[in-house]
């Protein structure tokens, strides 16, 4: 599948211009905080509709606006990470797997999603019963079980420990090469980036500087001509935030 994106949105600051394709693989919105990275991934999903444009997925119109096209979210079949996971409160993790499912589904359903992510024995537990990790794993189990044409992860990891972060990362890298889905990943961390991502886009006050491959782009780091902001801080893999 190929999801393409050709969107206007005009904001406060800037006007949001992002225009990129991705196929079946990670493709990482690089950029600080504030620059547009996640109201991208609000266009895409239908929480929020662009002033103008394009979004399809391998000819499947989620957004049109010249034929005034615009489906909603349950309708664009797009599994959504939130930063906070977004979890409902008030239901158990079981409950949280099989509300994207559809309605009243067999609970027995949401099984092997539970041993699959290994949040078994925490099947009757709220949210916020739960360790961060834990909360991520219930969010990530509840993306597979919506079955999903597109997956968009914004900032997953942004609130665990370096040791957690790493352990889940490696864990989602294997779940997102199982799925083969286009996967839209966006974080404001190159050493997150260097992992998880083959593809880089660049943000900077809303616009899309480029796509390249994550290789091209490390490359242009270590030679200084990375498209990034003033003052940002290039750190080896393995050293923490920039």
Not at 63 to 69: G, L, P, V, Y
Not at 128 to 134: D, V
Request: proline share 6%; glycine share 8%; with cysteine.
């Amino acid at each position: 599948m190929v999801l393409s994106v050709h969107i206007r949105k005009k904001l406060r600051h800037f006007c949001l211009q992002a225009d990129f394709e991705v196929k079946d693989k990670v493709l990482a919105l690089l950029g600080p905080s504030g620059c547009g990275k996640s109201m991208t991934l609000k266009c895409i999903a239908g929480i929020e509709q662009p002033d103008e444009g394009l979004i399809s997925l391998s000819g499947r119109i989620l957004f049109d606006s010249s034929r005034k096209i615009n489906l909603p979210p349950q309708k664009r079949r797009v599994g959504y990470m939130f930063q906070n996971y977004a979890l409902f409160p008030n239901m158990t993790v079981r409950k949280n797997v099989l509300a994207g499912m559809g309605r009243k589904p067999d609970p027995a359903l949401a099984d092997p999603f539970l041993e699959r992510f290994r949040i078994g024995e925490l099947a009757d537990s709220l949210p916020n019963e739960l360790s961060e990790g834990q909360k991520q794993r219930t969010a990530m189990a509840r993306i597979a079980a919506q079955a999903p044409d597109v997956i968009l992860l914004d900032e997953p990891f942004s609130a665990l420990d370096t040791v957690l972060k790493w352990q889940l990362e490696q864990e989602m890298l294997q779940v997102l090469t199982e799925e083969k889905k286009p996967t839209i990943f966006v974080s404001h961390n190159i050493d997150e980036v260097y992992r998880m991502s083959r593809e880089v886009c660049s943000m900077k006050d809303g616009r899309i500087l480029e796509k390249i491959s994550s290789e091209e782009f490390f490359d242009q780091l270590k030679e200084g001509t990375a498209g990034l902001m003033p003052g940002w801080k290039i750190l080896p893999p393995g050293q923490g935030d920039v």
